[in-house]
C-alpha cells in the first residue's frame, strides 16, 4: 500500500483500464490536450494518442450519445463530464438511451458505458453548478450508480464500472480530488464490486450511513463524538444502486439507531429509500426513529455564509445523533 | 457479399409491396386494438429506405426515428417478428418490450427504433465512431424525419461528425410535416439541406418518390466514404399518405396536396419503368402484389398465436449479465414475478 491522492488513483484506473482494453476509450471536454479540467486525465494523452484519449466540442448530448452508439457496437467508452451539473444537458442520452436499449431491443443490445466526473456541491459554484445528481439517477432502472470517498474506493470502483456490461455512473467528488488514502499498488489489481458498502469505522451506539463526500464529514464527527461516550458506526454506501441492504441492516441491527447524512436533497433523497428499506425489512431492531442529514431544500446559493447554511456539517450531523440516541 | 448495384429492382419492388401491405395491414389491426400505443406508418415513403438499403452491404450499418417498420423490413427482418413486435408478442423482434417505435435486429445491423426526435443521432455517430475507431469500411446510414433538424441533438451531432470525419450518410427523409407542422411553420431554411452546409458537410437533395434516384445517389455517397472517411448528408423529398400517427386525422393538408402525390406513388413509378424496359409483366407485378399480401396476412396470424412474454422474465431484461437488478434478489430465487408485479413494492 501507498499513499495516493483521489485524482490519482482515478488517473490510475483509467490508464489501466486503457491499457487493458483496446475496446476502452476516453472521451470529455478537455480531457486531452488540456489533460482534464481537473487533471484526471494527465498524461493520458501522450501515453494512449488521440484515437482514445478524445476532446470535445461543449456539446455533452452529442457525445454522450456518441458513446451510447459507440457501445451499442462493443466498444466500451468513458465518458467525462465536467461535472454532473452539465449531465443534465444530456439527460436524453443517459436516461432514455442509456439505460433503456437493453429492455427495449429485448435483450439485444446492452450498452457497457461509464460516465464519470465530479457531483455534488463543490465551494461557491452557485445553483447551476452545485447539483447532487445521485437521487436523480438512483431513479432510474438500468442505471448504476456508485459514489467513491476515498483513493481506494475511487479507483476500484472506477476499474469495476468500465467492465461492467451495463451503464455506471461514477459519481466523483471536486472536494475529494486532492484527498488522500492509501491504495494497493499497480501491480495488484483492485476491483471494488458495485453495490457493496464498506463499514470505515466500527462502532456500537448509531449507525451513521453515509457516502461521498460525507463520509469524511461522518468519519470526523465520529472523532468528535468519541468525547462524548458515543460510539458510531460509520458506514459507507459507496454505491447508490445496487444498494447494499446487507451492509445496512447488519449495522443497524448492531447499533438500533440511525443517522443518515446524503450530500443531496430531502425530498425523494437517497436517504429516504434507505430510511424506508430499514423501516419495512428490521422495524423492529430500531430504538429511535431514523433521522436523514441532508442539504436544505433550496436552489444553491452563492454566498459563502448561506451555502454552509445548506449543506450538512458536523453541527447538524452531531445533533441529529444525540436526537437518536436520546443523549 | 452480392454487389448492391446487381441488387435485383424487381425484388426491390416486391419489398416496397411488402411494406406497404404491411403497413396497411397494421393499420387495420391498430383499429382492431390488436396493436397498442403509438403506430406510425411509412406509406408513401417507400421508396427511400428501399433505395437507401439497395445501396449498401449487408453489414453497414443502419439506425432511424419511430417509424420504423420499413427499416426492419427493408433489412430483411421477418414480417413474422415485425408483426409480433406490433402485437407485444415474445416472438417479435423486441420480444415485444420494444413495440411499434422500438424495432431492432442485431444480427442484421438494424440499431433501431428510436423514438425521441432527433435523441439517436448522435447514436448514429457513435456508431460511425466505432467504424473509424477499428478500421473498418463499413458506412452508417442515419435516417429521420424533417422534424429532427431542429432538435440540438442534430446538430451536436452533426458537429462531432464532421470535427471527426466520420462514415455516415444523414438521410433526412422530407415528408413535409413535423407531426402536424409543415417544414415551413417549423423550420427557418428555405431548404433542409442547407442545414449541412453549416456544417461543411456536402449534401443533397433527391426526389425520394424515385427509387432509383434515392439508390444512385446513396450508392455515391457510401462510395465516397469509403474511399476516405466522412459524412454526408441527404435530404430526401417523400411524402407520407397517413398522418403522423395513427391517431392524426391529418386534416393540416388538403386532399388535393394529398392526390397529387399519390399520382407521384413511388411504387407505381418503379413498377412503370420497369414494365417500359420490359423487365415486369402486369401479370408478374399482380403475383407479386399477391404475395405480398398473403406473407403479411401469414404474419398477422403468426403474431395472433405467439405467446406473451411470460411475467417472470420482468427482470431479466433491465440489466445484462442476469437480472441483478438494483437492491432486489434475482428473479427466478424468490418468489414469481407475477407475484410481484401485481404489488407496488416490487420486492423490496
Known sequence: MREITYRQALNEALAEELERDPNVFLMGEEVAEYQGAYKVSHGLLERFGPRRIIDTPISENGFAGLGVGAAMVGLRPIIEFMTFSFSLVAFDQVVNNAPNMYTMS???????????????????????????????YASVPGLKVCTPATPRDAKGLLKTAVRDNNPVLVLESELLYS??????????????????????????????????????????????????????????????????????????TKTHRVVIVEQDHPFCGVGAEVCYRIQKNIFDALDAPIIRVSQEDVPMPYNERLEKAVLPNADKLVAAVKQVCYA | MQPVEQRDEVEMLSLMLLIRRFEERASQQYQAQKIGGFCHLYIGQEAVVTGAVAAVRDDDYIITAYRDHAHALARGTSPDACMAELFGKETGCSRGLGGSMHFFDKQRHMYGGHAIVAAHIPLAVGLAFAIKYRGEDRVTLCF?????????????????????????????????????????????????????????????????????????????MVDSIRKEPHPAFLEVRTYRYRGHSMSDPASYRTKQELEKYRLDDPITRLRAQLTREGKLTNEQFDLLDKRAKETVLAAVKFAEKSPQPPLDTLYDYTYANGPVAAGRSPTKSDKSAADRAATTEQGR
Request: some cysteine.
Open chain 1, 179 to 252: 484527498s488522500k488514502g492509501m491504495v494497493e499498488p499497480p501491480d495488484e489489481e483492485l476491483l471494488i464490486p458495485l453495490g457493496k458498502a464498506e463499514v470505515k469505522r466500527e462502532g456500537s451506539d448509531v449507525s451513521i450511513i453515509c457516502y461521498s463526500q460525507t463520509v469524511p464529514l461522518a468519519l470526523n464527527v465520529a472523532a468528535q463524538l468519541e468525547e462524548d461516550d458515543i460510539s458510531a458506526e460509520i458506514v459507507d454506501l459507496r454505491s447508490i444502486k445496487p444498494l447494499d441492504e446487507k451492509a445496512i441492516f447488519d449495522s443497524v
Open chain 1, 106 to 136: 429485448g435483450g439485444q443490445f446492452n450498452i457497457p458505458i461509464t460516465f464519470r466526473g465530479p457531483n455534488g456541491p463543490a465551494h461557491q459554484l452557485g445553483a447551476t453548478h452545485s447539483h447532487a445528481t445521485e437521487n436523480f
Open chain 2, 144 to 220: 429521420f424525419g424533417d422534424g429532427a433538424i431542429n432538435q440540438g441533438a442534430f446538430h451536436e451531432a452533426l458537429n462531432l461528425a464532421a470535427l471527426y470525419r466520420l462514415p455516415i450518410v444523414f438521410i433526412c427523409e422530407n415528408n413535409l410535416f413535423a407531426m402536424g407542422t409543415s417544414v415551413q411553420r417549423s423550420t427557418s431554411l428555405r431548404q433542409i439541406v442547407d442545414r449541412a452546409e453549416g456544417y461543411d458537410i456536402p449534401g443533397e437533395i433527391v426526389d425520394g418518390m424515385n427509387f432509383r434516384e434515392v439508390r444512385d445517389k446513396v450508392a455515391e
